[in-house]
């Protein structure tokens, strides 16, 4: 059974910075594309990045982009999303999903429960 596990949440003031992890089991995901989306109150779930399992290729949503880096570790099986410069409009519910070859992010089966970010002013 497929597992994503997010951790690292927490509150935070602005400036600040936090680092999330996405624990990943239950099958190889050596060809499988990883993400991060967030939800804040009241609004649609948005993508924040991407990262290639195995090549390493990322992406970013213009909002977070030389703020966040996403990267991986293949021996932990371990997404993370080092986040820097955290503003309060960063606040929301984060969560990990993970996409097989030809399946896009946004409509993948697989997704953690979510770590909520808090950023104060």
């Known amino acids: 059974q497929v597992q994503l596990v997010e951790s690292g949440g927490g509150l935070v003031q602005a400036g600040g910075s936090l680092r999330l992890s996405c624990a990943v089991s239950g099958r190889t995901f050596s060809n499988y594309r990883m993400g991060w989306f967030r939800q804040a109150p009241g609004k649609e779930r948005e993508f924040v990045a991407t990262i290639s399992w195995s090549y390493g290729t990322t992406a970013y949503a213009d909002s977070v982009k030389g703020r966040f880096t996403i990267s991986r570790d293949n021996a932990k099986n371990t997404v993370y999303l080092q986040m820097n410069s955290l503003k309060p409009e960063d606040t929301a519910l984060y969560y990990c999903?993970?996409?097989?070859?030809?399946?896009?992010?946004?409509?993948?089966?697989?997704w953690g429960q979510g770590t909520q970010v808090t950023v104060s002013s």
């Open positions: 999903a993970a996409a097989p070859p030809g399946r896009a992010l946004s409509t993948t089966d697989y």
